[in-house]
């Protein structure tokens, strides 16, 4: 803890984080979750039917005389944010309906490039004790581009992969943080909105890469340096109350990262080297004159030692002659064709996939 050097890394700043972040070096961040003060607009306790006291966001942080002073601020620390992302860089920001609505305008006013809305849907939400609304299940996230032409990070191989092979949606089933994962303090939640680790590894995995630099100006006891520790990706803290700050601390020096950095990362396949068809050919992982077949063996062609194909009327490669058998506009020939291995039916990209593990 302390003064911010030239760019901080794996370090909790104490203090304002209007100053602090103006501090550091204009573009340095590459992504930045926020999960600012709520100014929930309290009017005195809430309480169960039971008569005891709910324990909620009373503090002081939370406080605003009024939206006009709360708007002030919001933009004090998006335009410092702004000032400190990359070109590319991204921002995530969580909020609740007391919120998230004067967020989401500060951004638009500030030239943030909204990305997507994603809504948290808590498994496990608080009750409506007073049963005179519909219960608070949720959250939102605006996730944005500092600019309208970012060439911004998505994970989306990884967020796919994450999701069981389905697209990931823009609503995400998550429970709140309780049980171990809770901070307490002689038995009393030590932050009263804790954020649960795995919404801060889903950002973390979907917008950044292991090395990049990870800002959290409303740090609190440490989800996201937690995470980011976690996931090989560098990280800052700012947090204004020194108890949090000293927590969150102990907390991150506890994790361990991933042994092996090459776990928490997922290849884009876009990036992946480009393997034509001659390669396997020429590298003896499938024979000239080998037969392949579409998934039902209706169509069948053969390989030629150049890496083409030839059917009974066409010729061409394995998009091409795939396409043409089946009177297509077009045709993925990894997908459409199979070989035989030892009486198991395969598709050819398989090769394709083992081609790309021996050039890396």
Not at 115 to 128: A, F, I, Q, S, Y
Request: charged residues 25%.
């Amino acid at each position: 803890m302390g003064d911010p050097p030239e760019i901080a890394d794996g370090r909790i700043l104490v203090g304002d984080c209007v100053a602090l972040m103006s501090a550091l070096p204009p573009g340095s961040v590459d992504m930045i979750f926020a999960d600012p003060p709520y100014n929930l607009q309290l009017k005195g306790e809430l309480r169960r039917p039971n008569d005891t006291v709910v324990d909620g966001v009373d503090e002081e942080w939370d406080r605003f005389e009024d939206f006009a002073t709360y708007d002030r601020f919001t933009r004090d620390w998006l335009a410092a944010a702004r000032r400190a992302l990359k070109p590319d860089g991204t921002l995530w920001v969580i909020g609740s309906y007391h919120n998230i609505y004067r967020l989401g305008t500060a951004l638009q006013d500030l030239g943030y490039w909204i990305l997507n809305e994603v809504v948290w849907r808590k498994t496990n939400p608080m009750p409506n004790f007073r049963g005179r609304r519909f219960t608070n299940a949720h959250e939102t996230l605006i996730w944005c581009a500092r600019d309208p032409k970012s060439r911004y990070t998505f994970n989306y191989e990884a967020m796919k992969a994450l999701n069981d092979g389905l697209q990931m949606r823009s609503d995400w089933l998550l429970p709140i943080c309780t049980g171990a994962e809770r901070l307490r303090t002689d038995g009393q939640k030590a932050h009263p909105t804790q954020k649960p680790e795995a919404l801060l590894h889903r950002v973390i995995l979907a917008a950044t890469n292991p090395g990049d630099l990870v800002l959290d100006p409303f740090f609190g006891t440490g989800t996201t340096g937690a995470v980011a520790r976690r996931l090989h990706r560098r990280w800052i803290g700012i947090e204004r109350e020194p108890d949090y700050a000293a927590l969150a601390e102990n907390r991150i020096a506890a994790i361990v990262p991933a042994e092996d950095p090459t776990l928490v990362t997922t290849p884009s396949r876009r990036a992946e080297p480009r393997i034509p068809f001659g390669w396997i050919v020429e590298r003896g992982l499938l024979q000239p004159g080998a037969v392949l077949s579409d998934p039902t063996r209706r169509f069948t062609a053969r390989v030629r030692a150049d890496g083409t194909l030839i059917s009974a009327e066409h010729r061409g490669s394995i998009h091409q002659v795939g396409a043409l058998v089946q009177g297509a506009s077009a045709c993925n020939g990894w997908t459409f064709w199979h070989y035989d291995h030892g009486g198991e039916f395969r598709p050819i990209d398989l090769l394709r996939q083992q081609m790309r593990t021996q050039l890396s």
